[in-house]
């Protein structure tokens, strides 16, 4: 009985993960595989047609590569957009938390308050604050006599609204990863700095961001794999074109492209194509990381 | 058996720190690290403005939802709550997505409370075997969890679609609880917990006194694995709670939805009373943000503790 108890047990404990792992995770994974090589109706999901690699190459060179192509750029350029601005105020804040502060834990509990409400409530708040005639972002630049600006309609207008969404909910999750990371730095290394002579924004260079880097790399990888999989924020700020990413598909990314080519216009078959090309790119994003993280361990 | 052990005390970052740092160093050096050093008065001009900007969008929310359908788009914009919250609450908890806000209130907490009750019991077993338990074919088992990570959730709604109409699932809440059961983040997570926060000899001193592997999971590792349970937990909640490509496949159309597709049909439906849909948006944020206040603290050290360990 004691025998069986120990060599049993294990297996018994990582078997749920594993179980609800195949049916749920890996399952899908192959089943998405394969149904990207078929023809495949929403109406009658039971009648795929073996197709080969047509919804491949539909997607890169055939009908619908247009949208493909800019779905691909918009959740690049998205991408850029929220997470550079977003990890790098994140970093100088998280500097500014680390001060001896008074009513710091407020500070925390406000920066991080964004991460605790839903992607629906803050793109609609936002899309509230960025239409066009009334919202309050234009009567804001009213006051410096700018002139109202078509928020939703323009192709950067409309991704930089997105991308502070995404930096607003994200930031102070990120600063407080920083702070984390930045508390564990030793202060030997600040106290030889001083002592050489370096400011403080000398050290903040030197000393803080090496100290930081496998935080800033971790971060990075995170918020790109987050980044690439954008779908709830340009869903919801274009109301009632949100499904194809605005009016002119200006910011349609690929998570919104295949919910419109599966969903909506009933092609199952290419919307698995869309996810395995995305499946595809984020092992790429893996494997540069994985690469500079060798590079960066082997520089030090 | 008595009870084996009290809860082990789990330090924080910030307590790490101090303890790296005595004061006398604090005092010597200065001019040195930004830990050692008090705050100007810029740096709290700089958080104040950051802090508004974060707590804005939440009361501008409020704002709205107590305006009507005129006032929330008037120039210069309403920066007072109105007289009509309750009236614009009431309708949105009787009329959104097709049964009301608080039928998806409700669906959405069972959905959330399965989902982290799942995901913190199956991640603090398969944890505490990869942390502490030898057995063949380990290190290849816990490789798999970690390369599972990455798998995009994208890769599987076409066949989880599927797969629930075929089943007869489709628009129930089943088909969105079963899924996110287990997540390879909360298996790492445990297991980063307990291989620090778990004596081996106090497994062996319970297996001495002859329990069974079940007796030791309940009587010794919940015990200590209860602050990252209650961290794991938290991330859970608010992480399910905020699914939003799953749940909108799975529940479109349905008379069922949880807050995310209500708010979703507020948003892209054809009526354009903001009032109504921020009073939508409102009700849907307040129960994470009573999480956030009640537990904040606990949730703010979780995540510095999740990404350092990470």
């Known amino acids: ?300 | 058996m008595t009870a084996v052990h009290p809860a082990a005390p789990v330090r924080t970052a910030d307590q790490d720190a101090q303890a790296q740092a005595p004061r006398r160093r604090l005092r010597s050096a200065r001019k040195g690290a930004g830990r050692q050093h008090h705050a100007g008065p810029l740096t709290y001009v700089v958080l104040v403005l950051v802090a508004l900007a974060s707590l804005f969008p939440l009361y501008w929310t409020l704002v709205a939802a107590s305006t009507d359908a005129h006032a929330v788009v008037s120039t210069p914009p309403p920066m007072v709550p109105g007289g009509n919250l309750f009236k614009n609450l009431s309708y949105v908890w009787h009329n959104a997505g097709g049964r009301g806000m608080g039928v998806a209130l409700l669906n959405s907490t069972l959905v959330a409370g399965s989902v982290t009750i799942g995901t913190v019991s199956f991640s603090l077993l398969a944890g505490f075997a990869f942390a502490k338990l030898q057995f063949p074919g380990r290190g290849a088992m816990m490789g798999l969890v970690i390369a599972t990570l990455a798998v995009p959730a994208q890769l599987s709604v076409v066949p989880l679609f599927i797969l629930m109409k075929n089943l007869g699932q489709g628009n129930h809440l089943s088909a969105l609880i079963l899924p996110s059961l287990v997540t390879a983040f909360g298996v790492f997570f445990m297991r980063q917990f307990l291989v620090q926060a778990l004596p081996s000899e106090l497994l062996e001193a319970a297996r001495m006194d002859g329990a069974n592997s079940l007796r030791v999971v309940w009587h010794v590792v919940v015990p200590i694995a209860r602050p990252a349970m209650a961290v794991l937990g938290m991330l859970t909640f608010v992480q399910s709670w905020n699914d939003f490509l799953w749940p909108i496949i799975a529940m479109n159309g349905s008379s069922n939805p949880t807050v995310q597709v209500a708010l979703a049909g507020l948003g892209t439906g054809w009526s354009t009373d903001w009032s109504i849909i921020m009073a939508g948006a409102l009700i849907g944020t307040l129960p994470l943000l009573l999480v956030f206040v009640l537990f904040g603290k606990h949730i703010v050290g979780g995540i510095t503790q999740g990404a350092v360990k990470g």
């Not at chain 1, 925390?108 to 629906?120: E, G, H, K, N, Q």
């Not at chain 1, 790399?217 to 869903?235: H, K, N, R």
Request: net charge positive.
């Open chain 1, 1 to 300: 009985m004691y025998r069986w108890d120990t060599k049993g047990s294990p297996y018994a404990f990582v078997s749920p993960f594993f179980l609800v792992f195949a049916a749920f995770g890996l399952f899908p994974l192959l089943y998405t595989g394969w149904l990207s090589l078929h023809q495949v109706s929403l109406y009658n999901v039971d009648q795929a047609k073996w197709v080969g690699l047509k919804n491949y190459t539909d997607l890169f060179t055939g009908p619908p590569s247009h949208f493909f192509w800019n779905a691909l750029g918009n959740t690049f350029t998205l991408g850029i957009l929220s997470t550079v601005p977003q990890l790098m105020i994140a970093i100088g804040l998280a500097h500014l938390l680390n001060y001896k502060l008074r009513a710091s834990s407020f500070f925390r509990t406000a920066l991080l308050a964004p991460y605790a409400t839903s992607v629906a409530a803050a793109t609609l708040v936002f899309a509230l604050i960025f239409s066009p005639e009334s919202g309050m972002a234009n009567w804001f630049l009213g006051l410096f006599g700018v002139d109202p600006v078509a928020w939703e309609a323009g192709e950067w207008t409309s991704q930089l609204a997105i991308s502070l969404i995404v930096t607003w909910r994200w930031t102070g999750y990120n600063a407080l990863i920083f702070l984390a990371a930045m508390q564990a730095v030793p202060g030997d290394l600040y106290e030889a700095a001083a002592l050489d002579g370096a400011s403080r924004w000398k050290q903040f260079l030197h000393v803080t961001v090496p100290a930081l880097r496998p935080t800033i790399l971790f971060t990075v990888v995170v918020s790109t794999i987050g980044a690439t999989q954008l779908f709830g924020e340009p869903f919801l700020f274009g109301g009632q074109s949100g499904h194809q990413g605005g009016t002119a598909h200006q910011y349609e990314t690929l998570g919104v492209f295949m919910y419109d080519q599966g969903f909506r216009n009933s092609m199952l078959g290419r919307a698995s194509a869309i996810a395995w090309t995305m499946f595809a790119l984020l092992l790429l994003i893996g494997l540069v990381n994985a690469l500079i993280a060798r590079r960066l361990r082997k520089s030090q």
